[in-house]
């Protein structure tokens, strides 16, 4: 949050009067708004480390989302919401394996925003209460400062896979439905064609890496879900 106490959005976006849509309402939800309309923009201003989440359209000048996004997430936690195309299945696709928080399709109704907005934000803050670390293995989950290890490294993770993790940790070696998955973890059910869960999970077993055993942390149940597999 800026010294006003309200959360700074980064709104980066080549239309204009969409931007100017989209910041009068988010104002009036107590969030504050700077926009810029060219990905190298939205990059130097990240960078200045100002701002608490940012809102990046796929299609803009001198950098596209997905560059920016990539370029962002080599040194960057900044929770990252997508504008996409409707109906542009794989723009989102690709959004969120690189590393993309939440997607949102244009054109998108500003209250929509506005909540995927907080659902980010919550995910990305440290808990206020249950320090228990959760283990597994080799792994640890340690939920009030939302840091995870595996054999005692480090694994960055962005605010939606650490809940994707936790919510698949909580209940190891059970199968938790894809859509059960995406309501505990994300806050938001599945749509026909929503491949979100399934993006995060990927992005989950390459960052984390099999046990050490050979055998995958996290294995995929034809049409019933995904399970986190126990050590053995």
């Known amino acids: 949050m800026n010294d006003t106490g309200k959360t700074h959005v980064l709104l980066a976006d080549d239309d204009v009067g ?82 993309a928080d939440d997607y949102v399709a244009k054109p998108c109704n500003p209250r929509e925003l506005a909540a995927r907005l907080r659902a980010v934000l919550r995910r990305s803050q440290p808990a206020a209460a249950d320090p228990t670390p959760l283990r597994s293995g080799d792994l640890e989950l340690l939920p009030a400062a939302r840091a995870v290890r595996v054999a005692g490294q480090p694994v960055e993770l962005t605010g939606a896979e650490f809940d994707v993790l936790r919510t698949l940790i909580e209940d190891a070696g059970q199968v938790i439905a894809k859509d059960e998955l995406s309501r505990r ?34 294995r995929s149940v034809r049409n019933r879900g995904y399970l986190y597999v126990t050590a053995e």
């Open 18 to 99: 969409f931007c100017e849509l989209l910041s009068e309402y988010l104002r009036h939800q107590n969030f504050d708004v700077t926009m810029v309309h060219d990905g190298l923009a939205a990059i130097e201003q990240v960078e200045r480390g100002l701002y608490d989440v940012l809102v990046l359209d796929v299609m803009m000048p001198r950098a596209d989302g997905f560059r920016v996004l990539e370029r962002l997430r080599a040194s960057h936690r900044i929770p990252v919401v997508m504008l996409t195309a409707r109906g542009e299945d794989v723009d989102r696709i690709v959004g969120l394996e690189l590393g």
């Open 185 to 218: 973890a994300l806050n938001r059910r599945l749509g026909a064609f929503d491949r979100s869960i399934d993006m995060h999970i990927s992005r989950l077993r390459q960052k984390l890496g099999p046990h050490p055993d050979g055998n995958p942390r996290v």
